[in-house]
C-alpha cells in the first residue's frame, strides 16, 4: 500500500528500556521528520533527515536516536526510555522542501 | 519559547456559520505558513498554507489570511460542517529565507467543535 506507515501503533515499554519506532514511506520522498505531540506542547520536532544518511537534530533530540540508511525507512530509537518521553509520535516525509509533509497515523508510546 | 502560538485552545461554532481559528507568531523569519487538521488516532493532515509574498490564500471553504505586520494569521471556514470537527494546528517556516529543509514549527492546536 502507499503511503507512510508507523508500527508499532501502540508500545508500552519499562524505564531504561530502548525501544524502537518504525518509519516507513513508498514514495521516496527526500525529506522525512519525527515530531512528538504532546498536550499544552503541540508537535514539536526531534530530528529531520534531508536524505539517505542524511540527519539533523530538530526542537528536542536529547535522549533519541535516527538512523536513515534507505530513502524509505525513518526509524527513531530512544536509547533508554524515561517517563517524560511517554507521548504520541509522528513521522511525516515530504517530497519538496516545503511543508506539505504527509504524516504517519503516529505512534502512541508509554513509558513506565 | 513558543514561536507560534494558538491561544484558543478550543472553539464551538454552529454548523452553517463561519469558524475563525488563530493563529500569532513571534519569529519575524517565518516566511510560509500552514494549516493541519487532525482528527483522533490520526496523523494530522495538510489543510492549506500561504507564503509571506501572499495575504490571502483560498482553497474552497477554507481562507488562510496572512498579516505580516502584525505577525498574525486566521483559518476562516465557511460554511462550517461537522465533519470540521478536528484539532486544527497552525505551522510556520522560514523556507523561502533559508532555502533548506522545511522545518515546521507548531503551535499547540486549536479544538474546534462544529455543532448540529
Redesign the interface.
Known amino acids: 500500500d502507499a503511503g507512510i506507515t508507523q508500527s508499532p501503533r501502540y508500545k508500552i515499554t519499562e524505564t531504561g528500556r530502548q525501544v524502537t519506532l518504525m518509519c516507513h514511506q513508498t514514495w521516496s520522498h527526500s525529506?522525512m521528520?519525527w515530531?512528538r505531540q504532546d498536550l499544552?506542547?503541540?508537535?514539536?520536532?526531534i530530528y529531520?533527515s534531508?536524505a539517505a544518511d542524511i540527519t539533523?537534530k530538530?526542537?528536542v533530540p536529547d535522549g533519541y536516536v535516527v538512523s536513515r540508511s534507505k530513502t524509505e525507512n525513518f526509524p527513531l530509537t530512544l536509547e533508554s526510555a524515561t517517563r517524560s518521553q511517554t507521548s504520541v509520535y509522528?513521522c511525516?516525509s515530504?517530497e519538496f522542501?516545503?511543508?506539505?509533509?504527509?504524516?504517519?497515523?503516529?505512534t502512541r508510546l508509554t513509558v513506565v | 519559547d513558543q514561536q507560534v502560538k494558538q491561544n484558543s485552545p478550543s472553539l464551538s461554532v454552529q454548523e452553517g456559520r463561519i469558524s475563525i481559528l488563530n493563529c500569532d507568531y513571534t519569529n519575524s523569519m517565518f516566511d510560509y505558513f500552514l494549516w493541519y487538521k487532525k482528527y483522533p488516532a490520526e496523523g494530522p493532515t495538510f489543510l492549506i498554507s500561504i507564503s509571506s509574498i501572499k495575504d490571502k490564500n483560498e482553497d474552497g471553504r477554507f481562507t488562510v489570511f496572512l498579516n505580516k505586520s502584525a505577525k498574525h494569521l486566521s483559518l476562516h471556514i465557511v460554511p462550517s460542517q461537522p465533519g470540521d470537527s478536528a484539532v486544527y494546528f497552525c505551522a510556520a517556516s522560514d523556507l523561502l529565507n533559508t532555502g533548506t529543509a522545511s522545518k515546521l514549527t507548531f503551535g499547540t492546536g486549536t479544538r474546534l467543535q462544529v455543532m448540529l
Open positions: 525529506y521528520f515530531y499544552g506542547h503541540g508537535l514539536r520536532l529531520y534531508a539533523d530538530g526542537e509522528f511525516a515530504s522542501n516545503r511543508g506539505g509533509y504527509t504524516f504517519g497515523s503516529g
